[in-house]
C-alpha cells in the first residue's frame, strides 16, 4: 500500500478517529496506544511492544512447574516441598494458582449466557482464564475477585468486532488486500505491458486494476487496510488489528483499565477491601458516598427518600461500580456507555499523586470517575418515580438493582453529562479551572465560576421544580389507574382531576358546614360540572349552552327545590323520578324513580356520570334529546359510561370541593354546559340501546353497588387527607351509612 | 501432578497418643488427591481423620486393627502407576527385600508399599520400587524402640514418580526426595 508509511487523513478528527473500530480507540483511550496524530508506524510499534511484554509475563507465570523443578536447588527442598507451608514455595504458588483457577472458571462458565456462543466456547474462555490468571498472580495483593471477568469480556469482544469489520472490509475490497512484499502493488493478471489496460477492461468492475489509489477510498477503509497490512513497521507483531495477538491485547486493555493508566480512576480500586489511607473506608464504600453526596446536590429530596428508608449506596453501587455497569444494560448499550466513559480522560484533576489529601472523593477526581459517578445518578434519577413511591428499602433496592432493559440510552447519558459539571464541582470548594471539561465542550475551555455556579444552580432549580410534580402527579396517578385505562377523553379528565384534587384538599379544610345536604350537593354539583366542562370542552359547546341559556339561569340562581325549572324537559325527568329536584338527578339516568333513601345515592350516582359527558360531548345531538328525554326510560337506559363510574368517583370528590364560595358565582353560565352535556349522554345511549326496560332494573342493582363501593372507596380517601375538620368527619360518617345502605339495595 | 500420601503404622491410642504436631500442621487437606495406608492406625478415629484430610482412603489391615474389615492387600492404580498396598506383617522375614519383591510380582505392581518395620525404605530394583513409610507417629515396633516418625508424599506426574521423605529429626522436619522413572512398557 502507498500510504502505508504516511500521515492517516488530516480530515479526521483527533478524539474519535477510529469511531468505527472501537478496540483502536478504546486502546487509545485507555493509554495503550498513543492517541493524537501519531501515524501508523507509532501504533504498530507500541501495539509490538505492549504484546512482546505480554508474551514475556506469560512465559515467566505459566511454564510448567516440573521443568523449573528440576533446577531447583537442594536449599529448596525444606521449603519446596508439596506440603510445604510457604507461600512463596513453588508449591504454595502452584496451589494458589490452582485456587485461582477454580475461582476464575467458575466465573466464566457463567459468563454472559446470552453470547454464548462467543463467549462459552472453548477457545474464549481459555483465553480469558490465561489472561484472569496472569493479571491476578502479577498483582497479588488484589487476588481474583468476582466481576474482574465482566470487566474483561467486553474488551475482548470490541477487539472481536474489530476482526470482523477487518474480514468484511477485505471481503468486500479484496483488491485492495495484496501482499506487497515488494512495496509495489502488484497484480498477478497485469503484466508489466501495455497491452494491460486493453485486455482487462471489461474484467473489471469499474476499477484499473492498475491504477489502484488509496485516494479513491473512504479514509476509514484506507486506514482499516493499514491497520491489517503485514509489511509495515514491527512486520506481524505490530498488525493493529490482528487475531493471532487479541489475547496479548486484551491483556493490555484490562491491565489500563484496572491500573487506571496513572489517573484518578482504577477499575482495581474497586475491588479492593483494604482501607483507603485518608478516611479508613475501603475505596469503593467513598465511591459510593460520593454518589450519594452527588445525588444530594442534585436531588435532594429523593436523596433524603433514600436515606430515610436505609438504603445505603453500596448495596447497588457495588455492583454498578465493579463492572463499570456491565450488570445494568446489554451488552450492545453497555459497548455504547462505555464509549462515552473511555473518551473522557482519567487525568488528575487535583491533587498530585503525593499528595491526595485535597481530595474528599477520589472517583470524582477526574473526568472520567465525575462522569461514571454523574451516570449513576442519572440512573437513580430514572427511576425516580418508583423509587419514590415505594415505602421500603428492598423494593426500593429491586429496582434498581432490576434496571429496566428497554431504556433510552442516549437521554441517560445527556443527563449524566449535565450533572457532570455538579460532579467536578463537589470536590472543589475553591473555584479552579477545570481542563476537558468533557467531549460535549469541545475546544472550549472551561472556566469556572461564573459558568458553573449557574449551571449548578440551573440543575439544580430544575430539579427543585420537578419535584413537586412528579410526585404528585404519581400520587394521583396511583389512585387513578383504573379510571385512565378506561377513559377516552383521558387527558381532559387527568387535568381537570388534578385541578379538582388541589382544590378539594383545600376546600375540605374551609369546610364548614355539613357537605352532606341537598343543596351543597345540588350547588356541588352544578360548580363542578360547570368547571369540568368548561375548562374541558371549549368550544363545543357554547352555540349549545346559548339554546338553553335562559330556561337555565334561574335555575342556577335556585336552590335545590326550584332547580328543576330551567328545562322543560329536565323538569319532567326531575319530577317523574326524583323527588327532589336536583339537577344532579337527570344525569342519573341509571336509577329509576325511587323513594328518598335512594336520592343522595342518585346523586351521587349522578355525580359519577358526570365524568361522562366529557367523552361524549363532542357529539351535539340536541334532536335526540328532545325527543326523547321525555321518556322516562331513556333516564334509566344503562349508561354507556357505567365503566365510568369510577371515574366519577374523582368527581364526586370535586363536588366536595366546590362547596361554598364557589357553588353561587359560577351557576349561571355552566350550568348551560352541564345541561347540554346532559343532553347529549343521555341521547348517547338513547341511540345505543333499544331495550328499555329490562336491561334497566338489573343495571341498577349493580350500579348501586358499584355506587356503594366507589363511595366507599371516596371516603377512604378523603378520610386520608389530614387535618380534617370535625365537621368533616361527621360528613364522611354520614356517607359511610349512605353508602352501606346503597349496597344493601 | 497427583499428591500421594502413604502413610501409616500410628498405632494411636496404643502406642502413641497423635501424630506430631509439625506433621499434623503439613497435613491440610485439600493438597492430596490419595491417602494410602499401610494399617494398624489402630482406631476408628485416626480413620475418620485421614478421610477428612482426603476422602479417597485406602487401609490394608494390620495386625493390630480394631476394624477388621480392611482388606489385607490392596492394588490401586493412579495415572500410569500400579501401586500395591500390604500391611507387611504377613511377609516374612519383615522387611526382607526379596521377599517384598515376591509379593510385587505377585501382585504385579510398580509401586509397593508396605510397613510394619517402622522404618523408612524406599528401594528399586528392577522388577519396581518397595517404599515403606515408616511410623508416622514414631510409635516402637516390636523391633526396636528408637524410631523416627515419618510419612512419604509421591508425587506422580505421567511417567515420573517423585517420592518426597518427611522425617522428624531431632524435633525438625527433614525432607528428602527420591525421583523414579517408569518406562513405558515395562515396570519400574
Known amino acids: 500500500m502507498p500510504s502505508s508509511s504516511g500521515e492517516l487523513s488530516a480530515d479526521l478528527e483527533n478524539n474519535r478517529r477510529f469511531s468505527d473500530l472501537r478496540g483502536v480507540q478504546w486502546r487509545i483511550d485507555l493509554g495503550i496506544l498513543p492517541s493524537s496524530s501519531s501515524t501508523v508506524d507509532d501504533l504498530r510499534r507500541v501495539t509490538a511492544n505492549s504484546r512482546r511484554s505480554y508474551a514475556a509475563l506469560r ?114 475490497y479484496q483488491d485492495y488486500f495484496t501482499d506487497n512484499f515488494d512495496g509495489l502493488s502488484f497484480n498477478d493478471d497485469t503484466d508489466l505491458s501495455y497491452k494491460s489496460d486493453l485486455g482487462k477492461g471489461e474484467d473489471n468492475t469499474g476499477i484499473q486494476k492498475d491504477e489502484i489509489n488509496d485516494n479513491y477510498l473512504d479514509p476509514k477503509i484506507q486506514t482499516i487496510i493499514s491497520f491489517s497490512d503485514a509489511y509495515g513497521a514491527e512486520g506481524e507483531l505490530g498488525i493493529v488489528l490482528s487475531e493471532k495477538f487479541m489475547e496479548h491485547d486484551a491483556y493490555s486493555m484490562f491491565d489500563a483499565l484496572m491500573n487506571g493508566d496513572r489517573g484518578a480512576v482504577a477499575m482495581a480500586n474497586f475491588f479492593s477491601h483494604s482501607p483507603s489511607t485518608q478516611n479508613g473506608l475501603p475505596p469503593v464504600i467513598e465511591a459510593s458516598s460520593a454518589l450519594y453526596h452527588l445525588l444530594s446536590i442534585v436531588d435532594l429530596s429523593l436523596y433524603t427518600h433514600l436515606v430515610e428508608l436505609g438504603v445505603e449506596p453500596q448495596y447497588f ?109 463537589a470536590i472543589n470548594s475553591i473555584p479552579e479551572p477545570i481542563h476537558s471539561g468533557g467531549p460535549y465542550e469541545a475546544g472550549k475551555p472551561k472556566v469556572h465560576g461564573h459558568g458553573h455556579s449557574r449551571s449548578l444552580s440551573s440543575d439544580v432549580a430544575a430539579a427543585a421544580s420537578l419535584v413537586p410534580e412528579s410526585y404528585w402527579e404519581e400520587k394521583w396517578r396511583v389512585l387513578n389507574t383504573e379510571e385512565d385505562r378506561k377513559q377516552v377523553g383521558l387527558s381532559k379528565q387527568v387535568q381537570n382531576r388534578i385541578k379538582g384534587w388541589s382544590e378539594k384538599v383545600k376546600m375540605l379544610t374551609k369546610v364548614s358546614r355539613s357537605p352532606v345536604t341537598r343543596n351543597l350537593v345540588d350547588d356541588i354539583a352544578r360548580s363542578e ?61 341509571c336509577l329509576g324513580p325511587s323513594p328518598s333513601p335512594s336520592i343522595t345515592s342518585e346523586r351521587y350516582c349522578s355525580t359519577e356520570d358526570i365524568g361522562s359527558p366529557l367523552p361524549v360531548s363532542d357529539v351535539p345531538e340536541e334532536d335526540l334529546f328532545l325527543k326523547e328525554v321525555k321518556n322516562e326510560d331513556i333516564i334509566r337506559k344503562p349508561m354507556l359510561n ?90 364522611l360518617k354520614e356517607l359511610r351509612k349512605i353508602s352501606n345502605l346503597l349496597s344493601e339495595m | 501432578m497427583v499428591l500421594v500420601l502413604a502413610i501409616g503404622d500410628l498405632h494411636i491410642p496404643h502406642r502413641a497418643a497423635d501424630l506430631p504436631a509439625k506433621f499434623k500442621s503439613m497435613l491440610v487437606p485439600g493438597k492430596i488427591q490419595h491417602i494410602i495406608c499401610t494399617g494398624n492406625l489402630c482406631i476408628k478415629e485416626v480413620h475418620d481423620y485421614l478421610k477428612s484430610l482426603c476422602p479417597s482412603l485406602h487401609i490394608t489391615r494390620g495386625e493390630y486393627d480394631e476394624d477388621s474389615r480392611y482388606p489385607e492387600t490392596k492394588t490401586i492404580t493412579i495415572g500410569q502407576f500400579k501401586l500395591g498396598l500390604c500391611h507387611g506383617h504377613q511377609v516374612v522375614p519383615w522387611g526382607d527385600l526379596d521377599s517384598l519383591a515376591m509379593l510385587q510380582r505377585q501382585l504385579d505392581v510398580d509401586i509397593l508399599v508396605s510397613g510394619h518395620t517402622h522404618q523408612f525404605k524406599a528401594y528399586k530394583h528392577e522388577a519396581g520400587v518397595v517404599i515403606n513409610p515408616g511410623s508416622a507417629t514414631g510409635a516402637y515396633s516390636s523391633i526396636t524402640y528408637d524410631v523416627n516418625p515419618s510419612f512419604v508424599l509421591m508425587d506422580i506426574d505421567g511417567l515420573r514418580v517423585v517420592v518426597y521423605v518427611y522425617e522428624l529429626i531431632d524435633g525438625e522436619v527433614k525432607v528428602d526426595k527420591i525421583d523414579f522413572k517408569k518406562t513405558s512398557t515395562a515396570t519400574l
Open chain 1, 59 to 172: 512465559r515467566k507465570l505459566l511454564t510448567n512447574r516440573l521443568i523449573s523443578k528440576d533446577e531447583s536447588n537442594f536449599r529448596g527442598l525444606v521449603m519446596d516441598n508439596p506440603l510445604s507451608q510457604n507461600p512463596d514455595s513453588m508449591w504454595g504458588r502452584f496451589f494458589h494458582k490452582a485456587e485461582l483457577e477454580k475461582m476464575v472458571d467458575q466465573d466464566l462458565s457463567r459468563l454472559y449466557p446470552e453470547h454464548g456462543s462467543y463467549f462459552q466456547t472453548t477457545g474464549c474462555q481459555g483465553v480469558l482464564r490465561r489472561i484472569l490468571l496472569l493479571w491476578c498472580i502479577r498483582y497479588p495483593n488484589y487476588g481474583y475477585r468476582q466481576g474482574m471477568h465482566e470487566l474483561l469480556a467486553p474488551l475482548l469482544y470490541v477487539l472481536q468486532a474489530d476482526l470482523e469489520r477487518l474480514s468484511e472490509v477485505r471481503k468486500q
Open chain 1, 317 to 425: 453501587a457495588l455492583r454498578w461500580f465493579r463492572v463499570l455497569f456491565g450488570r445494568e444494560f446489554a451488552l450492545e448499550d453497555l459497548l455504547v456507555v462505555w464509549d462515552e466513559i473511555f473518551a473522557l480522560d482519567n487525568n488528575k484533576l487535583r491533587g498530585s499523586s503525593e499528595n491526595e489529601s485535597e481530595v474528599t472523593f477520589w472517583i470524582l477526581n477526574s473526568s472520567r470517575g465525575a462522569f461514571i459517578s454523574s451516570l449513576a445518578v442519572s440512573m437513580i434519577l430514572y427511576l425516580r418515580s418508583s423509587l419514590l413511591a415505594t415505602e421500603n428499602a428492598t423494593s426500593c433496592l429491586q429496582r434498581l438493582l432490576n434496571f429496566p432493559a428497554d431504556v433510552n440510552l442516549g437521554k441517560l447519558i445527556e443527563k449524566a453529562k449535565s450533572i457532570m459539571n455538579l460532579a467536578t464541582d
Open chain 1, 529 to 589: 360540572k360547570n368547571e369540568k366542562l368548561v375548562s374541558g370542552n371549549g368550544g363545543g359547546e357554547e352555540e349549545n349552552s346559548s339554546i338553553f341559556s335562559d330556561p337555565v339561569s334561574p335555575r342556577g340562581l335556585a336552590s335545590s327545590n326550584n332547580m328543576t325549572n330551567n328545562n322543560d324537559h329536565e323538569n319532567e325527568t326531575d319530577r317523574s323520578s326524583v323527588a327532589s329536584n336536583s339537577p344532579v338527578n337527570e344525569n342519573n339516568p
Open chain 1, 642 to 731: 357505567l365503566r365510568d363510574r369510577r371515574s366519577g368517583k374523582f368527581q364526586w370528590l370535586w363536588m366536595f370541593s366546590k362547596t361554598g364560595p364557589e357553588g353561587s358565582s359560577d351557576k349561571s353560565e355552566p350550568t348551560t354546559s352541564y345541561v347540554t352535556d346532559f343532553n347529549q349522554k343521555n341521547a348517547v345511549p338513547s341511540s345505543t340501546t333499544a331495550d328499555e326496560t329490562e336491561k334497566p332494573e338489573v343495571v341498577d342493582n349493580n350500579n348501586l353497588k358499584n355506587l356503594a363501593q366507589s363511595m366507599l372507596e371516596n371516603i377512604e380517601v378523603i378520610e386520608s387527607v389530614e387535618n380534617l375538620s370535625k365537621d368533616t368527619l361527621e360528613a
